[in-house]
């Protein structure tokens, strides 16, 4: 996930993790890479925590989590909880985090944790840390459901007659941006471009192309932005996406987010289909993670159309919400809440896709087509 900014790429909040992880980084780049397809992004609660937590794959270089049981979704009461660390030196404690507190705690020394936990009926975020002499790492967080979901709609609703349309954003000639150091990958690169009214392929005669090409685990992202104050709260978001076949089997996420800058707060809708663990991944903003929810999401079949919808909404002045998505007609509720994080940038609307490489570095070119985006 990349916070991005008109104004901006790496400042405010990020601007501490981001000099910190710089030392991290040169370390994880060398050797580590591997250890991407095995954990996720996940960041502190805490700055104590930054450099365990501020880099995408691993919190040092010499240590890095699978979480390999429970899976997210629904599960029963009791879960059993299975990770393993991998590290140059010996694991010397584990911590099992159930909604951001400690659920279990071991100074056991052992590179793999079996340990059951027991959690009571509703939404549970589920995280794991390890331990060496000398550094630490987090695992992906889980969405975690136990018992009965809380509502929810599967279907999209029908926008009011007066809701503003931006129709063939992918047509547009101004305020498109790329960068892949903003992307947060393990490896940057300067090779990637954006090419617009694409007749072949297309949905609607003119689709936009996206590529990026690197070395393992380089992120590329492309951002549309829309500067000015909108007071919208409903945004129905619909496009399509096409992947060729080297993309479609090689690449390890793509990610859809729409953002409102209002007054001083963020409101970051990030989504992404990572393809490498097999889920849809939603954004907490204000602790800068990932959340791994139950909703699967297997390889795309290659070029073929697809078509994505999601509707979100900005509930208040601290808080967003993932109603509804809609994969090729497939809808899933989702009545998922987070809270923002302030910003300095200037009002403004947005949307972005970013494209992430996995450990072969194959290139990625994606092509995106009628492109809309409906707010009331």
């Known amino acids: 996930m990349s916070n991005f900014s008109p104004e901006t790429l790496k400042t405010d909040r990020r601007g501490l993790l981001n000099s910190i992880a710089e030392v991290c980084l040169s370390a994880t780049r060398q050797n580590r890479n591997h250890l991407l397809a095995l954990a996720k992004s996940s960041f502190p609660l805490g700055l104590v ?3 365990a937590l501020a880099l995408p794959c691993a ?8 979480l390999q049981s429970p899976k997210p979704g629904v599960n029963p009461n009791t879960v059993h909880v299975y990770a393993t660390a991998y590290s140059d030196s010996a694991v010397t404690g584990w911590i099992i985090y159930v909604d951001d507190a400690i659920a279990y705690r071991t100074d056991e020394i052992s590179d793999t944790l079996s340990q059951n936990v027991t ?3 509703g939404r549970h975020i589920l995280y794991v840390r390890a331990w060496t002499v000398d550094s630490f790492a987090t695992s992906s967080t889980l969405m975690i459901q136990v018992g009965p979901p809380p509502p929810s709609s599967s279907s999209l609703p029908t926008p009011p007659s007066n809701a503003e349309i931006l129709s063939e954003i992918q047509n547009t000639s101004d305020n498109w941006k790329a ?3 903003c992307a947060e990958g393990t490896n940057d690169t300067a090779n990637y471009w954006m090419a617009p009214y694409q007749s072949h392929p297309s949905m609607s005669g003119s689709s936009r192309e996206l590529y990026a090409d690197g070395l393992p685990w380089t992120n590329v992202l492309f951002i549309k932005s829309m500067p000015g104050t909108s007071s919208a709260t409903h945004f129905l978001w619909d496009f399509w996406v096409y992947q060729d076949s080297v993309s479609a089997a090689n690449i390890w996420s793509s990610e859809f987010d729409l953002w409102q800058l209002l007054g001083g707060e963020e409101y970051m809708i990030g989504s992404q289909c990572d393809f490498g663990d097999g889920y849809w991944d939603t954004w907490d903003s204000a602790n800068n993670r990932w959340i791994e929810n139950g909703v699967t999401c297997p390889r795309w079949a290659a070029n073929t159309w697809h078509h994505i919808q999601w509707y979100v909404e900005r509930i208040n002045s601290t808080q967003y919400r993932y109603d509804t998505l809609v994969v090729d007609g497939h809808g899933y509720g989702f009545n998922q809440v987070w809270a923002v994080n302030p910003t300095t940038w200037s009002d403004a609307v947005g949307v972005q896709w970013q ?15 009628e492109v809309k985006l409906t707010l009331w």
Not at 59 to 66: E, K, L, R
Not at 357 to 369: K, L, M, R, T, V
């Open 49 to 51: 925590f930054a450099c």
């Open 59 to 66: 919190a040092h270089a010499s240590v890095s989590v699978w």
């Open 119 to 121: 959690l009571s009926n």
């Open 179 to 181: 960068c892949s150091q």
């Open 355 to 369: 494209l992430d490489q996995s450990a072969n570095g194959d290139p990625i070119h994606e092509w995106i087509d």
